[in-house]
Structure formats: structure tokens, C-alpha cells
């Protein structure tokens, strides 16, 4: 190959890759201009627990990251106000099972189901200490008795499980839900219909099997806040 065609391979590949280049910004900037913000106004929490130790999670009590991240920045994407609570004073930082670091903007104890929307809870290891705080297992309480979602991903649901109305009842009882199938019995032993299938959305109750089902989940979500 002589080097006049080698130079003309060169420039083609130059202006291709600068013609690829501003056909990616032009889409960018055309999808920037047509998406719409489906949930502008709307307050969502992610709720978040863990033992802390040395100002860390300790590993037991890690979250799914994803669980987490996914759930949060598709929710801020639709032009919701995400907030995580957790168990410990707001600002704490919780690590993922990754390590992804999330802080806390509130404490469960000084928060009111009736200032938002809808409820995230992740799943990994935190649901089993979450799920032995009383506050927490209020707020999901009230708010599905308020009728707002509560979505409940891989571990979630087991917040279901120990959740009760006043007359004793898991909030589950008597309604279809999935979860990583791990905790399948404890679902069923609460009395609600295990489904296998990537989300299942039942009255207030959003569950889904694991990260993996993150897309479907969280388009139930948002369609449920819309």
C-alpha cells in the first residue's frame, strides 16, 4: 500500500470518526430536549440499614449496591426527589457489598411516610437488619395503608414478611409477590402467593427477583407514581 492511499485511509477515518462524533452529541442533545420528567414533584425513600462498625457497614449488613444506585438515579431521572433514610444519624455512610458508598439524609426515626411517595427497599444483607427496626417496619406499614408503592427488590420483600397491620396480618398476606428465591418460604409462610417472574406488582407491593430484573422494576415503580 503506497503511502498516498495509506494517507487517504487516514483521512476517512478521521472524518468518519468526526461525523460519528457529532451524531452522537446531535442525539444527546435531541434526547435531552424530548425527555420528559414524569415525576417532577414526587419524593421517594430508599430505605437503608446496617450495623456500623468503625464508621463502616459491617459486611454482614451490606446492601446490594445496585439495589440501591439503579432505583435512585432512574427515580432523580424522571424528576423525583430521592431520599435515603437509614437507621443511624443522616449523613451516615453506608457501604454497598461493592463498596459503593451511599449517605443517609435522614433517620428513620424522624421521618413521616406521609412526606412521600412511594418507598425503594433494597435487598443484600440489610433487609435483615432492617426488618428488625420497628420504625422502619412502620413506615412500610403506613404507607400501604395510604395505598403509595413500596418496592421491594431481591432480599426486599422479607420486609413484607415482618410488617404487619394492627391485627397482626403481614402486609403480604394474601398477595402475589417474587423475591430472590432464597427467602421463597418466608414469603409463603406469611401468607402470600410466590410468583416467579421478574416483577409482580400487587395493589401497593412491587417485588422482583434480583439485579437482573432492575429495568422492569423500576418501570413498575415509576408507572405506579405516575
Known amino acids: 500500500m503506497n503511502e498516498s492511499v495509506v494517507k487517504t485511509l487516514m483521512v476517512s477515518f478521521v472524518i468518519c470518526l468526526l461525523c460519528s462524533l457529532v451524531v452522537s452529541f446531535a442525539a444527546v442533545g435531541l434526547r435531552d430536549i424530548q425527555i420528559e420528567n414524569k415525576l417532577n414533584d414526587q419524593r421517594i425513600k430508599i430505605l437503608q440499614a446496617g450495623k456500623i462498625y468503625n464508621a463502616e457497614i459491617d459486611v454482614k449488613t451490606q446492601f446490594e449496591d445496585l439495589e440501591v444506585t439503579f432505583p435512585m438515579l432512574r427515580l432523580q431521572e424522571e424528576g423525583a426527589e430521592v431520599i435515603v433514610v437509614g437507621a443511624h444519624p443522616a449523613g451516615q455512610k453506608y457501604t454497598g457489598k461493592y463498596g459503593y458508598p451511599v449517605k443517609s439524609h435522614v433517620n428513620i426515626e424522624d421521618f413521616s411516610s406521609m412526606t412521600v411517595d412511594g418507598l425503594v427497599l433494597p435487598g443484600g444483607f440489610a433487609p435483615d437488619y432492617m426488618r428488625r427496626n420497628k420504625h422502619m417496619l412502620d413506615a412500610i406499614t403506613t404507607s400501604i395503608e395510604l395505598g403509595k408503592p413500596c418496592a421491594a427488590i431481591c432480599h426486599g420483600p422479607w420486609m413484607f414478611c415482618s410488617a404487619r397491620f394492627p391485627n397482626g396480618q403481614p402486609v403480604c398476606h394474601q398477595r402475589q409477590c417474587t423475591a430472590f428465591v432464597a427467602i421463597k418460604?418466608?414469603?409463603?409462610?406469611?401468607?402470600?402467593?410466590?410468583?416467579?417472574?421478574?416483577?409482580?406488582?400487587?395493589?401497593?407491593?412491587?417485588?422482583?427477583?434480583?439485579?437482573?430484573?432492575?429495568?422492569?422494576?423500576c418501570h413498575a415503580l415509576i408507572e405506579a407514581l405516575m
Do not use: E, K
Open 185 to 217: 418460604d418466608d414469603l409463603i409462610n406469611a401468607g402470600a402467593q410466590f410468583v416467579d417472574a421478574p416483577v409482580v406488582v400487587d395493589g401497593p407491593l412491587i417485588t422482583a427477583r434480583t439485579p437482573a430484573d432492575l429495568i422492569p422494576f
